[in-house]
């Protein structure tokens, strides 16, 4: 067809659209609505993917590097830590600090002497118990002077000031509310001698719910527990005019320093380069078995939709048949129908995205405290979003072939003169559709065989066996229509009716189809899971029975202290309701634990 010919047959859907108005609803919310939730799930997901530059802010603020010291020779990628990274062997250096392999020894002269002219802070991470109202609550401690201009990005002052002295200690809005702790209070860790004030409240950038403590690292470093062996590894930021470079990255990782830099993080070096590649090979069962679940759920809004496409073609019939009469070609016929689908899928499209970007930007105002993570920029990628509008288009076109196919072989003088006509339905779509059923039928079943594609295999057969059934639909309702005169009156009008409405009543009929089988299917998956794990499960305890486990450290100044069965035995007796209590000694412990009889115990050579 021409240009013109297609302008024409626009301008005639545009029309039809805008004359009924009810069924234009229906057809743009029920093809729009997926595209919406498409739409903010685009959105979010990207918003929430940082961009490298994010990425890499929230790991150094606004420093160039971060190091840590791990006791020997480091092989790392371009990530460090952040995909990971692997120790040799005790690093090789000719200070005896490094080559004895002591983590504890204070390691910043020997990173002043490989990185001149850079200033270091240094930051120090732990697990500290923290005293409260209601008990003992462990917390991350932070030792780090955030108010440096290098840690400036790292956390966010909500309230208060940084730390100025050892006494003095930040926490987040999530432990203060924890804690019940408020600016001015005492904070006193278990183990430590002394209380901190505390004189900010902050907020972790990378996670809504962080619950940590920020200290300067001395007061960290000065009251550690020593005899627990819970001094945190040391770590620094390192702030440089120049970049820290890969072939610095590499000096360093033979002293026994794993390197996060910025510069080699956003322009990794060539592969050839790297020591320790990472497998960075993904599976694709999860995004194909997605693309399938959405697939099978626009098949079910193509099905719903269509009905609204053969009323319309059908209060279309006489104008199809004015064209016809005037020379138009059955392609012609056809693509008014199909235009009707261009038409409201665009409107759909274009309708469903104003509307997602409207609720993605509210909702990431008013709700982005609420996931663990903390979003990144409002990010809209146009090119996705554009396809998911042209997605509406071919959802919307999809629904509207069988009726255009219909409209394409309207019976001119029966429509002029009033009649229906004559109904046919072709035996080979009904041919075609046992065909796909079958095949359906087949792949599903060979896929609960398959571990690793069984699900994409079940998906697409139930695909398949659906589209099978679509084309056996106006098959069925020939032959249901013809057993109706056995039944009351009002069902023989019913069936009757969805017999001569083929075109309408078989989309619907295979939607409710579809529909069935997507609910059989999920049901048969959780009663058969929740009866695997029934029959998996293994009680850890008998019925009734309760396993308590006594610490070798006191919960109140953190101090190895003895523990003596017999009282922990009468304590219970006194606290809890029990009747009998049993201590078990792990061989080689001097805490009550859970252990084999050493006789029982063997060494395999």
Same mark, same amino acid.
Request: with cysteine.
């Given at each position: 067809? %021409?240009?013109?010919?297609?302008?024409?047959?626009?301008?005639?859907?545009?029309? +039809?659209?805008?004359?009924?108005? #009810?069924?234009?609803?229906?057809?743009?919310?029920?093809?729009?609505?997926?595209?919406?939730?498409?739409?903010?799930?685009?959105?979010?997901?990207?918003?929430?993917?940082?961009?490298?530059?994010?990425?890499?802010?929230?790991? !150094?603020?606004?420093?160039?590097?971060?190091?840590?010291?791990? @006791?020997? #020779?480091?092989?790392?990628?371009? /990530?460090?830590? =952040?995909?990971?990274? +692997?120790?040799?062997?005790?690093?090789? %250096?000719?200070?005896?600090?490094?080559?004895?392999?002591?983590?504890?020894?204070?390691?910043?002269?020997?990173?002043?002497?490989?990185?001149?002219?850079?200033?270091?802070?240094?930051?120090?991470?732990?697990?500290?118990?923290?005293?409260?109202?209601?008990?003992?609550?462990?917390?991350?401690?932070?030792?780090?002077?955030?108010?440096?201009?290098?840690?400036?990005?790292?956390?966010?002052?909500?309230?208060?000031?940084? &730390?100025?002295?050892?006494?003095?200690?930040?926490?987040?809005?999530?432990?203060?509310?924890?804690?019940?702790?408020?600016?001015?209070?005492?904070?006193?860790?278990?183990? =430590?001698?002394?209380?901190?004030?505390?004189?900010?409240?902050?907020?972790?950038?990378?996670?809504?719910?962080?619950?940590?403590?920020?200290?300067?690292? @001395?007061?960290?470093?000065?009251?550690?527990?020593?005899?627990?062996?819970?001094? &945190?590894?040391?770590?620094?930021?390192?702030?440089?005019?120049?970049?820290?470079?890969?072939?610095?990255?590499?000096?360093?990782?033979?002293? *026994?320093?794993?390197?996060?830099?910025?510069?080699?993080?956003?322009?990794?070096?060539?592969?050839?380069?790297? &020591?320790?590649?990472?497998?960075?090979?993904?599976?694709?069962?999860?995004?194909?078995?997605?693309?399938?679940?959405?697939?099978?759920?626009?098949?079910?809004?193509?099905?719903?939709?269509?009905?609204?496409?053969?009323?319309?073609?059908?209060?279309?019939?006489? @104008?199809?048949?004015?064209?016809?009469?005037?020379?138009?070609?059955?392609?012609?016929?056809?693509?008014?129908?199909?235009?009707?689908?261009?038409?409201?899928?665009?409107?759909?499209?274009?309708?469903?995205?104003?509307?997602?970007?409207?609720?993605?930007?509210?909702?990431?105002?008013?709700?982005?405290?609420?996931?663990?993570?903390?979003?990144?920029?409002?990010?809209?990628?146009?090119?996705?979003?554009?396809?998911?509008?042209?997605?509406?288009?071919?959802?919307?076109?999809?629904?509207?072939?069988?009726?255009?196919?219909?409209?394409?072989?309207?019976?001119?003088?029966?429509?002029?003169?009033?009649?229906?006509?004559?109904?046919?339905? %072709?035996?080979?779509?009904?041919?075609?559709?046992?065909?796909?059923?079958?095949? *359906?039928?087949?792949?599903? !079943?060979?896929?609960?065989?398959?571990?690793?594609?069984?699900?994409?295999?079940? =998906?697409?057969?139930?695909?398949?066996?659906?589209?099978?059934?679509?084309?056996?639909?106006?098959?069925?309702?020939?032959?249901?229509?013809?057993?109706?005169?056995?039944?009351?009156?009002?069902?023989?009008?019913?069936?009757? $009716?969805?017999?001569?409405?083929?075109?309408?009543?078989?989309?619907?009929?295979?939607?409710?189809?579809?529909?069935?089988?997507?609910?059989?299917?999920?049901?048969?998956?959780?009663?058969?899971?929740?009866?695997?794990?029934?029959?998996?499960?293994?009680?850890?305890?008998?019925?009734?029975?309760?396993?308590?486990?006594?610490?070798?450290?006191?919960?109140? $100044?953190?101090? +190895?202290?003895?523990?003596? &069965?017999?009282?922990?035995?009468?304590?219970?007796?006194?606290?809890?309701?029990?009747? /009998?209590?049993?201590?078990?000694?792990?061989?080689?412990?001097?805490?009550?634990?859970?252990?084999?009889?050493?006789?029982?115990?063997?060494?395999?050579?």
């Amino acid at each position: 067809m %021409s240009v013109a010919s297609w302008r024409a047959t626009l301008r005639i859907a545009r029309r +039809e659209a805008s004359r009924s108005k #009810r069924r234009t609803a229906l057809v743009v919310t029920l093809i729009g609505l997926p595209v919406l939730a498409l739409s903010m799930a685009d959105i979010a997901y990207r918003t929430y993917q940082l961009d490298p530059t994010e990425k890499i802010a929230r790991e !150094l603020g606004s420093a160039q590097a971060a190091i840590q010291w791990s @006791d020997g #020779r480091v092989m790392q990628g371009p /990530q460090a830590w =952040l995909s990971g990274f +692997e120790v040799e062997s005790p690093a090789v %250096s000719s200070s005896p600090q490094l080559a004895g392999g002591q983590p504890f020894v204070d390691q910043t002269p020997t990173l002043v002497q490989h990185l001149p002219g850079r200033r270091l802070i240094a930051t120090t991470t732990g697990t500290l118990e923290i005293k409260t109202a209601a008990g003992i609550k462990t917390a991350l401690v932070n030792g780090m002077d955030y108010a440096d201009p290098m840690a400036r990005g790292l956390v966010r002052q909500v309230s208060g000031r940084a &730390p100025r002295g050892d006494s003095e200690v930040a926490l987040t809005v999530a432990l203060a509310k924890s804690t019940g702790l408020h600016l001015g209070e005492q904070m006193v860790l278990t183990g =430590l001698a002394k209380s901190f004030s505390v004189v900010g409240i902050v907020e972790d950038t990378t996670a809504n719910h962080a619950e940590a403590a920020y200290l300067l690292p @001395d007061a960290v470093a000065s009251a550690m527990p020593h005899s627990m062996g819970r001094i &945190p590894p040391t770590s620094w930021l390192v702030a440089s005019p120049t970049p820290v470079t890969w072939s610095d990255v590499l000096a360093l990782n033979k002293l *026994g320093f794993a390197v996060l830099s910025r510069e080699v993080y956003l322009n990794p070096p060539p592969k050839s380069q790297v &020591p320790l590649i990472q497998d960075s090979s993904t599976d694709r069962t999860v995004p194909t078995t997605a693309a399938l679940v959405v697939g099978l759920a626009l098949l079910e809004v193509v099905l719903l939709a269509g009905p609204a496409f053969a009323v319309g073609a059908r209060r279309q019939r006489r @104008d199809l048949a004015l064209i016809a009469a005037n020379g138009g070609r059955r392609g012609q016929l056809r693509n008014v129908v199909l235009s009707n689908g261009i038409v409201l899928g665009a409107v759909a499209g274009v309708v469903s995205l104003v509307v997602a970007v409207t609720l993605s930007r509210l909702a990431l105002r008013l709700f982005a405290g609420l996931p663990s993570r903390v979003p990144g920029h409002f990010d809209l990628r146009p090119d996705e979003l554009a396809g998911l509008a042209l997605l509406a288009v071919l959802t919307a076109l999809l629904a509207a072939v069988f009726p255009a196919r219909a409209a394409a072989r309207t019976d001119v003088v029966a429509t002029l003169a009033g009649r229906r006509g004559a109904l046919h339905t %072709s035996k080979w779509s009904v041919i075609l559709g046992c065909a796909l059923a079958g095949l *359906g039928a087949a792949l599903a !079943l060979g896929g609960f065989t398959s571990t690793e594609a069984g699900p994409v295999a079940i =998906l697409s057969g139930v695909g398949l066996a659906e589209l099978g059934l679509i084309c056996c639909t106006p098959a069925m309702l020939a032959v249901i229509a013809g057993l109706g005169r056995r039944l009351p009156l009002s069902p023989r009008i019913a069936l009757r $009716d969805a017999g001569r409405n083929r075109s309408s009543a078989a989309p619907a009929v295979a939607a409710v189809m579809a529909s069935m089988i997507g609910a059989i299917a999920v049901t048969i998956g959780v009663v058969s899971t929740e009866d695997q794990n029934r029959r998996s499960y293994t009680a850890g305890l008998p019925l009734h029975d309760v396993f308590t486990y006594a610490s070798a450290y006191s919960a109140t $100044d953190a101090k +190895e202290v003895q523990i003596d &069965p017999t009282t922990i035995a009468a304590t219970l007796r006194s606290t809890l309701p029990v009747r /009998q209590v049993m201590t078990v000694l792990q061989p080689d412990m001097s805490c009550p634990s859970v252990g084999a009889p050493t006789a029982t115990q063997c060494s395999v050579l």
